[in-house]
């Protein structure tokens, strides 16, 4: 709301007396169709109190904004939604968790793995994941912070690897097979 308020759009203030004026009609005329798609509060009774209620906390200015709280677990798992299917599947329990022939392979063997079932969609698929280790390594400055996360709060792993070393590793295999197997998927008009 407040990144609208600064390129143009209303403001924190304009937004409360909307919610003033919606509560009003939900006491005047709660059936009029005007409110037809507004939220309404748990028992509708409350919904102009609960409204009232939220204009004012606009208002006062007493709320804190998004630097002000970490991201929860479930925030970054939004961040992150290939790793949240790759990592426990290929990656989790300490190596790659596919078969038993693949008791001795090499982390880099997982990530050919991973690339081979992903062909030939992997111009689709490919650089999200590419993006998924830029974005760890950017948010995660430590391998303790990417174990508690990866291991423990997704459930994945990166086999015998720490995750400072896994993610480039990973992300250059993706980008190499890209460049190697697949013709750039846009060329300009001339």
């Known amino acids: 709301m407040r990144t609208a308020e600064q390129d143009g759009g209303r403001n924190l203030r304009e937004i409360a007396a909307e919610l003033r004026v919606a509560a009003e009609l939900f006491e005047v ?3 009029d169709e005007a409110l037809g798609r507004f939220p309404r ?25 998004s630097e002000d709280v970490p991201l929860g677990t479930a925030e970054l798992l939004l961040r992150f939604p290939r790793f949240s299917q790759i990592l426990p599947i290929y990656w989790g329990q300490d190596g790659v968790a596919i078969s038993d022939d693949m008791q001795d392979s090499t982390v880099g063997d997982g990530i050919r793995l991973f690339i081979e079932e992903a062909h030939p969609r992997c111009p689709w698929q490919l650089p999200s ?3 998924e280790c830029a974005q760890a390594l950017a948010l995660f400055h430590t391998e303790e912070q990417m174990e508690a996360f990866f291991c423990e709060g997704m459930g994945g792993g990166s086999g015998s ?11 250059r295999h993706c980008v190499d097979h890209l460049k190697e197997a697949h013709s750039p998927l846009w060329r300009p008009i001339r």
């Open 129 to 131: 994941v590419v993006s």
């Open 161 to 171: 690897e720490d995750f400072l070393d896994f993610f480039p590793l990973l992300a």
């Open 41 to 65: 509060a748990e028992t509708e009774d409350r919904t102009p109190q609960v409204l009232r209620e939220i204009a004012g906390h606009l208002e006062s200015g007493n709320w804190w904004s």
């Open 29 to 31: 005329r709660p059936e």
